[in-house]
């Protein structure tokens, strides 16, 4: 019930092209979705969050889709660029501070 | 502003001692939660404290446990470590209250040996 299913586990994407990351979950109750950008040695930083009563949000390249009805959302990059390429986690969190992690997907953009 | 200080980055300890971290929110956030990282496991979430209350619990065994002070600041404490407690440890600030942004230190890396 609480957990967060990401996919791709890895993606690699040409400069210039659309990465999609999907995520799906089961608990209702969670009523914020942040995604989170990683690369080595460093901890995830937030990059673009959604609220469920938002179907939609876009921040320069980064886009989050909300389908609330099928428990999805999705982070799509536009215009990757090779200094995209990191680790992604989609989130979600219920009442209070407690964010449960989907597995991670590794972008890889190349040149 | 200043961001999220995890202190120390690397540590390696011996089976069976004991570790204590410590995390340095955002000025002004009053919530501090902890998360595991490991290859295996991904990100999973240990405890949250708010105004130095705990809030939130994951789970993990009692060997780990935390604290927070008057000025926010948090430790985690891991006692008896075990060669799988070796991981990435994430320290995350917010204001509190939920829907939140939470912003994360660098972490600290442990290895046990």
């Known amino acids: 019930q609480q957990q967060v299913k990401q996919s791709p586990q890895s993606l690699i994407v040409q400069k210039g092209g659309i990465s999609i990351i999907n995520c799906a979950y089961e608990n209702t109750a969670f009523d914020y979705f942040p995604w989170y950008q990683q690369f080595p040695g460093k901890g995830p930083a937030l990059l673009i969050a959604i609220r469920p009563d938002v179907s939609e949000k876009k921040e320069g390249r980064f886009t989050i889709s909300f389908n609330k009805s099928a428990k999805q959302f999705s982070l799509h990059i536009m215009d990757s660029q090779p200094g995209d390429s990191a680790t992604y986690f989609c989130a979600a969190e219920t009442s209070g501070s407690r964010l449960t992690f989907g597995e991670g997907t590794q972008l890889t953009v190349n040149p | 502003k200043a961001g999220v200080t995890q202190t120390p980055r690397y540590l390696i300890k011996t089976r069976g001692q004991q570790v204590t971290l410590s995390c340095s929110p955002i000025?002004?956030?009053?919530?501090v939660s902890w998360y595991q990282q490991t290859p295996g496991q991904g990100l999973q979430f240990l405890f949250e404290?708010?105004?130095?209350?705990?809030?939130n619990k994951g789970n993990f065994p009692g060997r780990f446990s935390g604290r927070q002070f008057s000025n926010s600041r948090s430790e985690m404490n891991v006692s008896t470590l075990e060669l799988g407690d070796s991981a990435l440890y994430l320290c995350?600030?917010?204001?509190?209250?939920?829907?939140?942004?939470?912003?994360f230190g660098q972490g600290t890396r442990l290895t046990v040996v």
């Open positions: 995350a600030s917010s204001r509190g209250g939920g829907q939140n942004e939470a912003f």
């Open positions: 000025s002004g956030h009053r919530s």
């Open positions: 404290y708010f105004s130095e209350t705990q809030r």
